[in-house]
């Protein structure tokens, strides 16, 4: 693992800053090599929360980028900008001010492709994809410190699009890793889009989850994401739902205060 910035940020500065209309926030990037199923240069950028980090690091929070928006705009977004991106970038901000790091690691192809766990070559041998061994290379960053100062222990994850889909793909592969999720604008780890089938037993250690999901969004129909919150509630799972009646495929301004609340709520 090599860190590509020149050292990372000043521990004193706020984390986050607003330039006019352009929200930004301070992050290191490291390039990790992972060598199964093949070789491929992956990145993964880091923010922390501003001050001295708790002596077992900080909470830390994966967010899973949507599909062909690379996770390098996560940090750092205007007004303007497509799909909620503001908040998004935004919903960052209030996870650093609320004592959690932040990490949000690429896609293949530097962020310009989507997350395996629903392609179907994959999404049934998991073993074999890109992507677990890109989150098996992030756990052991974590446990060996090379990633900064994080606490693997009280681990965090949520998502967007594809990255709410792989958000899911926590549950289902990593478990007992992840406190609580966040799935946004998806549904179970194998759907995609219309295309959705909730398996009838889900993991009996399913952790809590919030869902945020706008009512008019035609790329994935919020149907399927009731489809999953049924399965879980019938199991017993804590759920929150968040929705927007008037909103699309976007991050919804409610993430802001929506994510840090409920993974503070589940230490």
Not at 10 to 38: K, M, N, W, Y
Not at 74 to 92: I, M, N
Request: glycine letters at 10%; proline letters at 9%.
């Amino acid at each position: 693992m090599r860190e590509l910035t020149d050292g990372g940020v000043d521990a004193g500065a706020p984390p986050c800053s607003l330039e006019g209309e352009r929200l930004s926030c301070a992050h290191r990037t490291f390039e990790l090599t992972v060598a199964q199923p093949i070789a491929l240069t992956r990145l993964v950028h880091v923010g922390v929360p501003r001050g001295a980090a708790p002596p077992a690091g900080w909470p830390t929070v994966f967010l899973f980028q949507g599909s062909l928006f690379s996770a390098q705009r996560t940090w750092s977004a205007v007004p303007a900008d497509p799909f909620g991106a503001l908040w998004q970038t935004s919903t960052v901000q209030a996870l650093l001010d609320a004592g959690f790091a932040v990490v949000t690691p690429e896609v293949r192809l530097f962020g310009a492709s989507y997350w395996d766990t629903n392609v179907p070559q994959w999404s049934v041998m998991w073993s074999n994809a890109p992507d677990h061994h890109l989150m098996l290379a992030l756990f052991d960053g974590l446990s060996t410190g090379a990633l900064g100062p994080l606490d693997g222990a009280r681990l965090y994850a949520g998502g967007i699009s594809s990255g709410g889909y792989m958000t899911s793909r926590m549950a289902l592969s990593y478990p007992g890793r992840f406190k609580a999720l966040a799935v946004h604008s998806a549904s179970w780890a194998t759907c995609g889009g219309p295309v959705c089938v909730v398996p009838d037993a889900l993991p009996s250690d399913h952790p809590p989850t919030v869902f945020l999901h706008g009512a008019l969004d035609a790329v994935v129909p919020i149907a399927t994401m009731r489809a999953y919150e049924a399965k879980l509630r019938a199991q017993g799972v804590e759920v929150r739902v968040v929705t927007a009646p008037d909103k699309a495929h976007e991050w919804l301004e409610l993430g802001v205060t929506e994510l840090p609340a409920f993974f503070r709520a589940h230490p």
